[in-house]
């Protein structure tokens, strides 16, 4: 994935809608009957929607034209022709959706299922049910649909995690992001359960804030993980401290983060010791970084940790 994927160029068009028809009742007994052409039904619309579900717009990459469904025509007996359906685009959150070459956005969907309806479907025609006059009970009228709406818009998307959790496979990133955020995240007994990075927002104290929970360090995302740490400004680093092996590795581990995440040197990095419920080996670290150890299953070291993230210590 390149920093491109971050601005994608989309267009948009609204159903047309169905045209109206004009049509007279026949009946057999009845020779001189009324017009029954019914209206158009309404081209569906067009809305932009963020979702918890994507981190890039990779997904809209291989089409991106989008047209909502048009409406179907009026018919006999003055039936209403049935309306389009509506599309829905999903993108992730944190994407402004730009009208081309506008200088303001049309929308910041900034939390997930924010949405902003980006084209108008065309309003259905009219069945020449409407245009008897007391002049003419027979119209030979009817209108046609009007045609949906076009757009050209320019999709932006600004990861915005501020605080990245990453770490040794299995070392408890996604246990230690539910426990902060109050989320419910898969977390597993085996490595490589969180499989790309994921966005997570989480209110505290009327603030928002973005965390990320990323796959194991340095696997094949970590390209990925790296782009979306370019604005982050803390490094959450997490350790397991029941695995000597990766302890053992932590000063290497914490060079190969300096390198590659923070040569700007503009990130805030912590260690946070995870599983101090099942481990008695922590006195022995030192290391030039502020050290947290938690537990994410019993909320040991928790409050302290938190306090640390937002500010409050
Ligand atoms: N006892 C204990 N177990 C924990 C703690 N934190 C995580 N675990 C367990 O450790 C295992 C891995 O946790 P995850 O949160 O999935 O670890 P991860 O770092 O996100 O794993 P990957 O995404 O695969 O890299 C799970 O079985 C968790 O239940 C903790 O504080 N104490
Ligand atoms: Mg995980």
């Known amino acids: 994935m390149s920093a491109s994927s971050y601005h994608l160029s989309i267009e948009v068009k609204g159903g047309n809608g169905g045209d109206g028809l004009m049509s007279f009742s026949r009946m057999a007994n009845k020779p001189r009957c009324g017009p029954d052409g019914g209206d158009g039904g309404k081209g569906g619309d ?9 981190y890039s717009m990779e997904h809209l990459r291989n089409s991106t034209y989008f047209k909502a469904k048009d409406g179907e025509a009026g018919g006999k007996n003055k039936k209403h022709g049935k309306n389009g359906k509506d599309i829905v685009i999903y993108v992730p959150v944190g994407t402004a959706v730009y009208e081309k070459d506008g200088q303001k956005p ?91 990075p994921h966005l997570w927002t989480h209110i505290h104290n009327f603030s ?32 397991d401290s029941t695995n000597s092996e990766s302890l053992e590795k932590m000063q290497s581990i914490m060079e190969d983060i300096e390198e590659r995440f923070n040569k700007d040197q503009k990130r805030e ?36 940790l938190k306090e640390f993230v937002f500010g409050e210590d």
């Open 208 to 239: 928002r804030y973005t965390f990320m929970d990323t796959p194991p360090l340095f696997s094949e995302t970590v390209e990925e993980i790296e782009i979306l740490t370019k604005r982050a400004k803390m490094l959450l680093v997490v350790f």
């Open 106 to 196: 049309l929308a910041d969907l900034t939390e997930t299922k924010q949405k902003v309806k980006v084209a108008f479907g065309g309003g259905g025609g009219r069945g020449n049910i409407h245009f008897t006059t007391s002049s003419n009970q027979a119209p030979r009228i009817s209108t046609p649909g009007k045609e949906g709406e076009t757009k050209t818009l320019q999709l932006v998307f600004n990861p915005e995690a501020q605080i990245v959790v990453i770490g040794p496979p299995n070392s408890g990133k996604s246990s230690l992001v539910a426990n902060i955020t109050g989320k419910e995240i898969n977390v597993a007994s085996y490595p490589f359960s969180t499989r790309k």
């Open 46 to 54: 067009v809305y932009v929607e963020a979702s918890e579900n994507f």
């Open 269 to 304: 990095i912590t260690i946070v010791l995870t599983k101090i419920d099942k481990s008695d080996i922590l006195s022995d670290i030192s290391i030039p970084y502020p050290v947290f150890p938690v537990s994410a299953e019993t909320g040991e070291g928790m409050d302290k």
